[in-house]
């Protein structure tokens, strides 16, 4: 799969998965993963996993504006730069956000995310 | 220095020579680099250099409002998270942007850019 191909298929499966159910992201991450989440950093999958059950409501939707990919270097990285705006339920304006994904192939032949920053949009 | 010093005289450091003497930035890339500027790749740091160039206004100010950084591997690299906003002569409100950089250290102690990736964060 060409990277681009494997960063569009990417960023669909992670915001299908958060937005349906996103208890499930877990796999997607490692010990040594690190989300950044509006400035907060957190390591590890299951404290990963942990902060983003318990953001503050059940149901959402990211809308994807932007994806862009490089490669990260010659061990066959992935960075991946997203925009998009995420819909909250009872908001009647959807909230504007950049993440940026690390991911990092596995022995398995596929990847999972060792970096993750994620920021809202202030207008 | 610790990451989070380095990062912000990163920061510091980009901004201020953009917003003075851009054509000074391509002493941050090599040869290998990569810059996505909203969606278009360019690669090395004379291409780079160029595109910033031939951007099209002369004066601009960047004001940073959130850095996040991360180590992005145990090869030394630093991944930068950037949030800000970009004012332009004439204009009455200042665009909004994200970018992200993936630093990599040099022989000689210091860093480069290999990853750049900028975005206006359109409302």
Do not use: W
Not at 21 to 32: M, T, V
Not at 60 to 74: E, L, M, R
Request: aromatic share 12%; charged share 15%; hydrophobic share 35%.
């Amino acid at each position: 799969m060409d990277p681009d191909s494997l960063s569009k298929a990417f960023v669909e499966h992670y915001y299908t998965t958060f937005d349906s159910n996103r208890s499930n992201l877990i796999g997607l991450y490692q010990e040594s993963s690190m989300l950044s989440f509006e400035g907060e950093k957190i390591q590890g999958a299951q404290n990963i996993s942990n902060k983003l059950n318990s953001l503050p409501f059940q149901q959402c939707k990211h809308n994807i504006s932007t994806v862009d990919c490089q490669p990260s270097g010659p061990a066959g990285g992935m960075l991946l730069f997203v925009s998009g705006n995420l819909q909250l339920p009872g908001e009647e304006h959807a909230l504007k956000f950049s993440q940026m994904f690390h991911l990092i192939p596995t022995a398995q032949g596929s990847f999972y995310v060792f970096n993750d920053i994620f920021r809202l949009n202030y207008a």
